[in-house]
């Protein structure tokens, strides 16, 4: 038997749906590291210091340096997604600071879809109940697609460009669902001027 | 359908994005407790968000929250 | 035979306002029941129909009463038609709410069996039968005859048809947000939302029909010196310009809910899209807002006496804006009836469209507004002080006169006369509408003077502004929708907010105060009653009512449901207030109410409601990474997975693979997808004292390296969940668990750290999704490994040992489990090298025979080693020493989750059922699961049931079948005879221990 290869989710990466204003693709599987700390300064920049990073402490904040980014997911927990083959470096740094927490290695846990283009929001909208509004750039929420759990992030890009992070074993329904939603040809233009409608 | 906002995280959002904790308090405190037609304490848990049990003060009848706040930071004095 | 039919449509003339909703270049053609017709471009269904001259559209819900159109709005109880065929037929639209399409195909429903022979016409003679409730009372005896008279019922009663092909188009849900949402496009509405986008609020106007104005084109007169209509036109086209409005029309509020969500129900055309495939048909806008203001203005109520649904009968603004919108006509020959001024103001209009107004009757003894004069001026035929108290029909049930009478002395033939007439427009005044405020448990209260309900006590963020609060004149609506509007504001903005109310020069004729009027005449008899309707959709009349109040039912809950009143789909809606007024007279001492209109105020689609959860993304499925590989096998549902239940080969039947999947097992290797089981690290230095305490089994001298079989109970005492659990590190533990529950086992462990033991030292990671997983089983398992390169020694493993480390060069995981009573590995790789793990020891395993297994045969093989599955065997109510697992239960520890509930003397009580074998004497007879075990099946029913079949299957290892059963003190009846209850006869069977088969041998 020879060594193992990846199979990424849904044969990613490819493009889902694409339309003018919208496109709708799956990535290559990212990297993921859990991280839980128990509280407290000293801890907290022990961290940091391994990592090189400062970690975010505002809920729901991101840090984006270099292709890895640090999401905070909860107290005293953040998530590390990026390219896969930087994980392992990130776990050594790690393994021999005294954090005195959990570091595990969910690489291979989510499938990450990406949807971009000024109509991402409004799919956004058909499939997630959170209000958009509030998501400021590079900020992540833990919410719901279509009904399955999923981490979203709001990317830094000035055109809408959002990331979502469902369980791999969820990758084919939300695919389907974010297709689905992509359908729709015409734009809400919501809060916008528009022609009277007859009286 | 409930909108509650996550004392921890800051997250608001739609009943069904949380999960309904019974009420707050430790277990041995809670048994037998008769629920009054005003104002109870629940715990929640920020379910699809940060994953972690706030509690909240919910009046039955009209459905007003009148507080939310992280287990250990509750706003009144002693015990509960 | 059918009487000719009249064009009922008025011809263009220069310079008036008839017809401005249609566009008489753009001729529609349509089929009504089959008939060609023609339309113009902008009519409803309902207008078309009724120029022409389609006088009954539909029969009543239960006399089969022939009716017409009543209304020009949602609140119509009448017309309610199927429109279209094939996939795309819709029952139960309402003709006025629809505009008409080139081509459509329009059909009458509740008719039967044709349009024009209806006959449960016939079903009206038998009214007398029918009294209020008399579903309760009848159809019970004899019993057998049921069937016969459901089949009928089901053909006669009802309203439209299912269509029978699958709904071809597409519909959609939309999360939005907004600070104030405005219910109802009409002049009220266009002020408060004025008021609201001042304050730069966010503000989302929702409108029923595809116009707005709301019925500010039935009145004339002057706001700031311009045409009403001019200057309403440019109220829209100012907040349609605006950043800060969002105007929905042909969308309506389905319902309201706490905390400021409302559904909104949004009709589309895919045929005006770029797309027509891909756009859907409707849409469900899911709203939170901040304040709601409902603008939904108010019905015209209809006047109550005898024989007041023929068709011909129409509601007078209705009438006049019909005119005015789609140059249609009503009828002829007209009588008009009012209690207020409204009804002159239509015979006007309708009198400059060329009809001719018979008489106008108003109700009010003494009538002195301006527009009584003007018409008495130009010599209508008046009769004051006077009511309709009847009328006649034709020969196909339509209005062909009315009678009237003098209010003052209602009594005698002599003081009556008739009028020949083919229209009746009545107007029995306005009765505000805010009914939506029901849906948040506002309770609406009634004035008497109004004859209708008012507002009353408001929840927090509702607000109700023109109309619907009781404000009738244009000035006052104008100035309640932006005082409704500011209210609404500061609501939100949780702070004075002040503005500047706009004042307007206002010229629009005010009306004297209408009269309300229950029903006419007092002297009426019992028939007559019983012809009076107040509720026509769901025919029920005063006599219904009395018969209601003489049974001794009082209360508006009990009234409804006695009389059905208002429980048709128009929720009542033009029948409240007529109703309240009845019965505030007959029942002098109750309170008038309304009962509670519920969601979804006018129906819905089940299609709005499913939007894209349909098909494949009907609900959630999970795959693992192996579904791509596993396509030749059988799939069962499991929870939200679709794992394989077996492979069949060509020609197998599904029963045939099990067993000849578990002899592989058995006698070589077997490889199974064991990747949906639950997978928790819990890890720290208090992570083994936690687990300790979740599990009622013993964990605390598990060694490093080493795996253990434990309970998880729930807090009283049952079980729970079942795990194997691994000891990675002396502080890091692996929770290994099956699909199980619903609540999974993670959020348990979370939801004790969190709210019970916040102090303890501990992390749990929910790894279920990091790790593929195989499990390999069969005697020739440590061949198969043999080959593969590993630092972890898995061949030479013993059972329960627990190793980490490099599996043909990725980070693995083995656990050396027993599931099935054979050799096995189980082995864990990181998700995404499953695929290639598979397709390596499949190729691996060829020359050893390997097969690949599923779940049935994974319960197949655990059957025959007496293995419980808690799927299967355990409900809930199943207690670790049901199971005959009590030596997994440490007792003496100080504490463990179901401890306590444990020791509740119920939970050890002998008669309990406990978790044994069951042999049956036909060896090749598996007893279907569920089914009940007995004593003694020759006992007359009732039987005591002293248990029943949990698992079975065939055992193609011991060539017989074999059974799981939970039976009463099942333990100390080993050996027994017990019978199985199975189509009615007693098969017989023994009772055994659950270890059929161990080290390979038959016990």
């Known amino acids: 038997m020879n060594r193992l290869s990846w199979t990424d989710s849904l044969a990613a990466p490819r493009s889902l749906a694409t339309r003018s204003d919208l496109s709708v693709a799956i990535i290559e599987d990212p990297g993921v590291l859990d991280l839980q700390f128990p509280d407290g300064e000293y801890i907290w920049r022990t961290a940091n210091a391994a990592l090189d990073v400062e970690l975010p402490r505002d809920p729901w904040q991101t840090v984006w340096i270099d292709g890895m980014r640090y999401v905070w997911t909860g107290p005293g927990r953040w998530r590390v997604i990026g390219p896969r083959h930087r994980i392992g470096d990130l776990i050594d740094r790690l393994r021999h600071a005294d954090h005195r927490g959990a570091v595990t290695e969910l690489t291979g846990a989510l499938s990450c879809f990406r949807i971009a283009g000024s109509g991402a929001a409004e799919l956004l909208m058909r499939v997630c109940p959170l209000a958009l509004g509030p998501i400021n750039r590079d900020e992540a929420r833990g919410t719901s697609i279509s009904g399955v759990p999923a981490l979203i992030v709001r990317e830094a890009s000035s055109v809408g460009s959002w990331l979502i992070l469902p369980a791999r074993s969820y990758a084919e329904y939300v695919g389907l669902s974010l297709v689905e939603a992509a359908r729709t040809p015409e734009r809400l233009r919501l809060f916008e001027p528009a022609s009277p409608p007859p009286v | 359908m409930l909108m509650i906002r996550c004392p921890v995280c800051g997250i608001a959002a739609d009943e069904t994005e949380f999960t309904s904790g019974g009420l707050y308090g430790r277990l041995e405190e809670t048994e037998n407790r008769v629920i009054p037609r005003d104002v109870v304490r629940e715990w929640w848990l920020c379910a699809r968000g940060c994953g972690t049990w706030f509690g909240m003060a919910r009046h039955v009848v009209n459905q007003r929250v009148t507080a939310t706040w992280a287990a250990g930071d509750e706003p009144w004095d002693g015990r509960h | ?1003």
């Open chain 3, 1 to 1003: 035979m059918a009487r000719a039919r009249r064009n009922l449509r008025v011809p263009e003339k220069e310079g008036s306002n008839i017809g401005r909703l249609i566009d008489r270049t753009q001729p529609i053609s349509f089929t009504f029941n089959g008939r060609a017709m023609k339309g113009f471009a902008g009519d409803t269904v309902a207008s078309a129909l009724i120029a022409n001259d389609v006088r009954r559209l539909t029969s009543s819900f239960k006399y089969h009463r022939p009716r017409g159109v009543l209304g020009i709005g949602s609140d119509d109880p009448n017309a309610i038609v199927e429109i279209g065929v094939g996939d795309r037929r819709t029952p139960n639209l309402n003709a006025t709410q629809v505009l008409l399409a080139p081509d459509m195909r329009i059909a009458s429903q509740n008719v039967w069996p044709s349009p024009r022979l209806d006959l449960g016409g016939l079903i009206g003679r038998l009214k007398p039968l029918m009294p209020p409730s008399f579903q309760y009372k009848t159809f019970k005896w004899p019993v057998p005859t049921w069937r016969v008279y459901e089949k009928a019922l089901r053909t006669l009663g009802g309203i439209g048809t299912v269509p029978g092909a699958a709904d071809p188009d597409r519909y959609e849900h939309i999360h939005v947000d907004a600070d104030v949402l405005i219910v109802g496009g009409g002049l009220a509405g266009i002020a408060a939302a004025e008021a609201a986008s001042a304050a730069d609020l966010k503000v989302v106007l929702v409108e029923e029909t595809h116009r707005l104005g709301g019925i500010a084109d039935g009145y004339d007169g002057r706001v700031d010196g311009k045409p009403l209509l001019d200057w309403v036109q440019n109220k829209v086209r100012n907040l349609a310009a605006s950043r800060d409005v969002h105007i929905l029309t042909n969308a309506g509020v389905a319902g309201l809910y706490d905390h400021g969500l409302a559904i909104i129900h949004e009709r589309l055309d895919p045929n005006a899209s770029v797309e027509p495939e891909n756009a859907p048909r409707e849409r469900i806008w899911k709203l939170r807002t901040k304040a709601v203001i409902l603008a939904t203005g108010a019905h015209e109520k209809p006047l109550v006496f005898p024989d007041n649904d023929r068709p011909g009968i129409m509601l007078a603004t209705a009438a006049r804006l019909y005119l005015r919108r789609y140059g249609v006509l009503p009828g002829q020959r007209v009588v008009i009836a009012t209690t207020g001024d409204e009804g002159y103001r239509t015979a006007a209009d309708l009198a400059a469209g060329g009809a001719e107004i018979v008489r106008v009757v108003d109700l009010r003894l003494d009538p002195d507004g301006s527009l009584f004069h003007i018409m008495k001026a130009r010599g209508t035929p008046l009769a004051v002080g006077s009511a309709p108290v009847g009328t006649t029909k034709g020969k196909k049930g339509e209005l062909a006169g009315v009678t009237i009478a003098n209010r003052l002395t209602l009594d005698g033939p002599a003081l009556r006369s008739h009028a020949d007439a083919d229209t009746l427009l009545v107007s029995g005044g306005w009765g505000p509408a805010p009914f939506l405020a029901g849906h948040l448990g506002a309770r609406l209260v009634f004035d008497e003077e109004l004859g209708g309900f008012r507002p009353g006590e408001l929840p927090g963020g509702l607000f109700v502004a023109g109309a619907a609060n009781g404000k009738f004149h244009a000035a006052e609506v104008l100035e309640d929708g932006w005082r409704a509007g500011s209210i609404a504001v500061e609501h939100v903005l949780g702070s004075s907010w002040s503005s500047v109310v706009p004042s307007h020069s206002i010229e629009v004729t005010a009306d004297d105060d209408a009269e309300p009027v229950g029903m006419l005449p007092d002297v009426a008899t019992a028939a007559e009653r019983a012809t009076a309707f107040v509720d026509l959709q769901n025919d029920v009349t005063i006599g219904d009512l009395d018969i209601a109040i003489r049974e001794g039912y009082s209360a508006p809950e009990h009234l409804k449901r006695y009389t059905t009143l208002g429980q048709g789909v128009d929720q009542g809606k033009l029948a409240v207030a007529n109703a309240a007024m009845v019965m505030a007279k007959a029942l002098p001492n109750a309170t008038p109410a309304h009962t509670t209109f519920r969601p979804p105020w006018t129906p819905i689609t089940f299609g709005a409601i499913a939007g894209t959860r349909r098909g494949v993304l009907f609900k959630p499925v999970r795959e693992t990474p192996l579904t791509a590989l596993t396509s030749d096998a059988l799939r069962e549902p499991l929870g939200l997975w679709r794992p394989p239940a077996v492979f069949p080969r060509p020609g197998e039947s599904r029963e045939e693979a099990v067993r000849r999947e578990a002899r592989s097992v058995r006698n070589g290797v077997g490889l199974f997808d064991a990747t949906l089981g639950v997978k928790i690290a819990v890890q720290g230095p208090d992570a083994a004292q936690f687990l300790d305490r979740m599990s009622a089994t013993n964990l605390a001298d598990l060694e490093v390296g080493r795996s253990r079989f434990a309970l998880f109970l729930d807090n009283d005492g049952f079980v729970l969940e079942d795990a194997v659990i691994a000891r990675a590190e002396n502080d890091r533990f692996i929770v290994s668990a099956g699909i199980g529950r619903a609540d999974n086992l993670c959020a348990w462990f979370e939801r004790w750290r969190q709210r019970e033991w916040p102090d303890l030292n501990l992390f749990i990671t929910d790894e279920t999704e990091r790790w593929g997983q195989l499990l390999l089983a069969g005697p020739r398992v440590p061949e198969l490994l043999a080959a593969a390169s590993s630092d972890i020694d898995i061949a030479g493993f013993e059972t329960d040992s627990y190793a980490e480390g490099e599996f043909m060069g990725t980070t693995a995981r083995a656990l050396a489990t027993r599931y099935t009573a054979t050799p096995e590995v189980e082995i864990a790789v990181p998700a995404g090298h499953l695929p290639s793990l598979w397709e390596q020891i499949t190729e691996a395993g060829k020359p050893l025979g390997i097969t690949h297994f599923g779940t049935d045969t994974l319960h197949r093989l655990r059957l025959e080693g007496g293995a419980f599955d808690l799927d299967h065997e355990t409900d809930g109510s199943v207690t670790p020493y049901d199971l005959g697992l009590g030596d997994l239960v440490k007792v003496d520890k100080p504490f463990f989750v179901g401890k306590e509930g444990l020791e509740r003397p119920g939970m050890t009580r002998s008669s309990r059922r406990h978790l044994v074998g069951v042999l049956t004497e036909d060896p090749s007879f598996v007893p279907p699961p569920g089914a009940h075990l007995v004593l003694d099946p020759d006992h007359a029913p009732p039987r005591r049931v002293v248990g029943h079949v949990t698992s079975s299957g065939y055992s193609p290892t011991l060539r017989r079948s074999l059974a799981l059963a939970l039976i009463s003190a099942g333990e100390r009846h080993i050996g027994d005879r017990v019978f199985i209850v199975s189509s009615g006869e007693g098969l017989p069977a023994i009772i055994s221990s659950t270890a059929f088969f161990s080290n390979g041998e038959p016990t």
